[in-house]
């Protein structure tokens, strides 16, 4: 991805953890930028990344990612105007309700 190449410190977590530990693991230690790779990247050659401090994430493209953690990590960029520029990506558990429920949502909802 080209994060080294830009001075910023790169660990790679293949553990097979829930994302949810995986970003523990990584707060815990104060990463304060996490980059994610997931089966959407595939799709849109994007990746998430999340400011530590706010839970946040934004979706960037991977080449865009090497200098925006790199301007990030050295303060010369705000994380507010990473979330300007992109926009939040909402994850799983802060949909809105209002959004189609799926197959699996219906089927138990028939069922009750």
Known sequence: MGLGVHGVSVRVDDSGASIGKRYARTDEIAIPFGVTVDPETLKDGCATV?????????????????????????????????????GLTVTGSEKDDTEEPTKKEKKKKNKE
């Open 50 to 86: 999340r400011d530590r401090d706010s839970m946040q994430q934004i979706r960037v493209k991977l080449e865009e990612i090497p200098a925006l953690v790199s301007e990030l990590s050295a303060g010369t960029r705000l994380w507010a105007d990473a979330v300007q520029q992109y």
